[in-house]
Structure formats: C-alpha cells, structure tokens
C-alpha cells in the first residue's frame, strides 16, 4: 500500500480492481479544505484516460511487477516479437500492451517486459532511442539552432520536429518519454 502523496507518473496500481498507470499527478490543496491529490491515469487493460481525485490521506494499492529483460528481435503484420534475454524464450505482443512504444522498437534493443501475475502488461524503454531520419525538409542555407523546428519521419514511422540542420539518413537522439529530439546521435 502507497499513500496517495506518493504517486508518481509512471507508478502501476490497483484502482477498482484493474491496472492502472499513473499518467500524471498533482497535489491541490484548495483554500481551507483538506488537500487531494489529482491524477490522470491510464487503463492497462482498455488504455483509456480517467481522471481521479484521492484524498491526500487515502492509501493506494500499488501493483506488484515482475520486470525481465527481453531483446526485440522484429514486427511483421501480427505484432511485435521479443525474445527472453536468459531463457531465449520468445513472446508475441500486440499494440494493446506495448501502446505508442512501438515508435521506438527497433531490432536488437534491449529493454524490459513487465508481468503482472504472469501477463505481460507493458514496456519500460530506455531513456533515449538513436533513430535515423528518412523524411524531412532540406536544410535552409544559413541555418542555425534557432527556435525555428521542421518535421522529421523517422524510420519507425515515428514523426518528430527538429531544427532545421538535420537532413535524411542523419541519426537523431529521441527522448522516449516525451518523443521529441534531444540532439544529432554519433
């Protein structure tokens, strides 16, 4: 059990007898009232959005995961195909579990599967993800790091804005958590 000043983006807890992760948290405390914490969380099962309201001394029920690091070997038009780092077992998921973390799956990473009693309910990414640009806008002459960004596909299909002197075929840094550039990758 967590108290609900705990909650952090990212947590896994049971809230009406499902999952949900923790998308956003805020604590408010209006006036002379008793304060409340505001989250926005995300079914696992339907991936649907709720907002709920829990008392600032109400306990939650945090979810126990069991996280086991997995190598994404390929997608074909089935799903995503990942294979047990120390078992070589392989597993099949589909978007239902793994969501918009298919945008930066590419073969050979690794990276952790997390199991609720068994089922595989979610992804943890790494932090960055180097991904090449295969569509974007010629560079401007005389461009510089301004403020100004352009939209770039990536080779997930994923499609981010970046400054304006990044070409085709260059490597970029995508941070995984917001999906936006970080810097031109090695």
Do not use: C
């Not at 780092?85 to 978007?95: K, M, N, W």
Request: a negative charge.
């Amino acid at each position: 059990m967590v108290k609900a000043t705990q909650l952090r983006p990212g947590m896994v807890i049971q809230f009406e007898g499902d999952l949900y992760a923790v998308f956003s948290v805020e604590h408010r405390t209006p006036g002379n009232k008793r304060g409340a914490m505001a989250t926005r969380l995300r079914s696992l099962k339907t991936g649907a959005i709720i907002d709920h309201r829990f008392r600032a001394e109400e306990f939650v029920e945090r979810a126990i995961l069991d996280e086991v690091e997995y190598e994404f070997l390929y997608a074909d038009g089935d799903g995503w195909h990942f294979m047990n780092a120390e078992t070589f077992d392989q597993i099949h998921l589909g978007r239902e579990v793994l969501g918009d973390s298919v945008d930066y799956l590419l073969p050979g990473i690794h990276l952790k599967l997390e199991f609720h009693e068994g089922n595989p309910i979610g992804v943890i990414l790494p932090d960055t993800v180097d991904l090449t640009v295969t569509d974007t806008e010629p560079t401007v002459q005389k461009a510089t790091a301004s403020a100004v960004m352009k939209p770039a596909k990536l080779e997930t299909g994923l499609v981010i804005s970046v400054p304006p002197f990044i070409n085709n075929g260059d490597r970029v840094r995508v941070d995984t958590s917001e999906g936006r550039y970080v810097q031109r990758a090695q």
